[in-house]
């Protein structure tokens, strides 16, 4: 009698099984891809304008005020400077950029009404906005990035000389204005 009840239930064991698979049938699913690349982003910030201070003219012949992109000092010949001097400064700064352009126009004199003065620019660059800048020559600088993924930040100071300043030139506030503009790929 155990043989007959164990048979059965073997049986049964066997039928209940595997029966969801269906033999002889194909199915056809879609697996989509996704790639995300991250467009490059940057922006260009100023950070202080280039000011040269109060200059007091000579009193016969021209006099100069420079103002050293590297150093940020401030240097007169035949001329009285007070007041405080300042750096021109931007800083680019980004995400997801492998490579960055930064061009710059210089002015050829600063003006106002009845008068001008000659200009000579000059600029230069660092990774930290207190530390140690190098010169830049030409209009444009470019530099490359870690990509995808990671930020950046560079600073970029401007100065320059203001020459021909005499006693004929009239009073007031001589301005000009450095163009500046930043490319990120």
Known sequence: MKSLLCLPLFLFVLAAG???LVHGQSSNVDVSITLVAPSPVCGLTVSSDLGYGTIQKPSSGTGSVAISATTGTRTVTDVLASGSATVGQV???GSNVASYSLSRTFPGSLTRSG????FSGSWAQSLQPNGSYSSVNGSSYSGTSRGVGTTFTRYFRFGGTVSGIGLSDPNGSYTGTIKTSATCN
Do not use: T
Request: no cysteine; hydrophobic share 30%.
């Open 18 to 20: 595997p029966a969801h």
């Open 91 to 93: 800083r680019i700064n």
């Open 115 to 118: 008068g001008s003065l000659g």
